[in-house]
């Protein structure tokens, strides 16, 4: 098994998530997440940016570049010039950082369906 995905399992296993939900946060088919423990078939980059963006680390913790798990620190504009959503749109998500600070961010409509999957299928205590 690669470092990436002794990662990967790290992560998951830190955060109860399964080797099936795993399967739904990546698209993939069933018995891919097998062959990667197996060592015959690697993610793809586009796979571990997913599962990077998932559990908030940066890519380069996956592929083994840096030991520090800690998300890279992005800055946010605050003089104004930050893009204003439009007053009418289809759906969002809102995330309260730490900080107090509320970031709306748009979802495409055909991006909907499968996000409420992932997200009841990571945090089922959201739908009860």
């Not at 998932?54 to 620190?73: C, E, K, Q, T």
């Not at 104004?80 to 600070?101: F, H, N």
């Not at 495409?108 to 945090?123: I, N």
Request: hydrophobic share 40%.
């Amino acid at each position: 098994m690669d470092i990436s995905v002794s990662r990967i399992f790290y992560l998951a296993k830190q955060k109860g998530i399964s080797t099936a939900f795993l399967n739904t946060l990546i698209n993939a088919y069933p018995g891919k997440i097998e062959k990667w423990k197996q060592g015959s078939l690697a993610p793809s980059y586009h796979e571990l940016t997913a599962i990077a963006n998932f559990f908030n680390v940066p890519i380069d913790y996956l592929l083994g570049n840096v030991n520090d798990p800690s998300p890279i620190a992005r800055a946010v504009p605050d003089n104004g010039t930050e893009k204003k959503l439009p007053a009418k749109a289809g759906s969002y998500i809102c995330i309260v950082e730490r900080t107090g600070a509320e970031r709306r961010i748009p979802v495409p409509d055909d991006k909907l369906d499968r996000l409420v999957r992932l997200l009841e299928a990571g945090l089922p205590e959201l739908f009860e």
